[in-house]
């Protein structure tokens, strides 16, 4: 059965700290795993990922894919209040998307 | 202003009562997705769509029903059959075949039961 875990499911840090996301998904005919930020609406795009080793950075963003461990990280540095949210990942694959249950991360002041 | 419409942004239903979401858009997208969210659970796919006038079920289809007769207009109906019908609704576009681009999303709809 095709799944996305994300770990840890919860987060609380002080702001300037830095954090590390967990994504580990088992799909088949994998296309592509995408990160979102969801604060409280509609998730925003943070990165799309396909090949395995790239890193796309955004700021104080960045997230890779380890196409053989069937993982994804997303790491924020120096952390803000504004990065409080719930962080999703999800796995597209020939027809549909499959998300993650979330990890909500709290930064506080 | 190109983008995704969902409305409305809550809704109320009462016992035995069929509810239509709308979800519009107007990135000329062919793709067309429903997602359910609950707390503490990823998105859930409803249901989704490809092209005009054809669409597939998704994880959780059970109680809820769509269309699309038109490219930019994919609603979805949660019927009375639908037993736990509360949850934030999420509309998602995206292009098909091999572009590779991400998934738009709506500002969602929530729906709470009466």
């Known amino acids: 059965e095709d799944k996305v875990v994300q770990s840890p499911l919860s987060l609380v840090v002080h702001e300037g700290d830095t954090v590390t996301l967990n994504c580990s998904y088992e799909v088949t005919n994998f296309r592509s795993l995408l990160w979102y930020k969801q604060e409280k609406k509609a998730p925003t795009f943070l990165f799309m990922l396909t090949s395995s080793g790239i890193e796309k950075k955004s700021g104080r963003l960045s997230s890779i894919l380890d196409k053989k461990e069937l993982s994804s990280i997303l790491n924020i540095t120096a952390t803000q209040t504004g990065d409080s949210a719930i962080y999703l990942c999800?796995?597209?694959?020939?027809?549909?998307?499959?998300f993650g249950a979330g990890t909500r991360l709290t930064v506080k002041p | 202003d190109g983008g995704i419409t969902q409305s409305p942004k809550y809704l109320f239903r009462k016992e035995g009562q069929n509810v239509t979401l709308s979800c519009e858009q107007n990135?000329?997208?062919?793709?067309m997705y429903w997602y359910r969210q609950d707390p503490g659970q990823g998105l859930r796919l409803i249901y989704y769509s490809q092209i005009v006038n054809d669409f597939q079920k998704g994880d959780i289809a059970e109680g809820y029903s769509v269309s699309r007769e038109k490219k930019e207009s994919f609603p979805l109906t949660v019927t009375s059959a639908q037993k736990n019908p509360t949850a934030f609704y999420l509309c998602a576009t995206g292009s098909t075949g091999s572009s590779n681009q991400p998934q738009h999303f709506g500002d969602g709809t929530r729906l709470s039961i009466l």
């Open positions: 990135l000329n997208h062919d793709a």
């Open positions: 999800a796995v597209e694959d020939n027809n549909d998307m499959r």
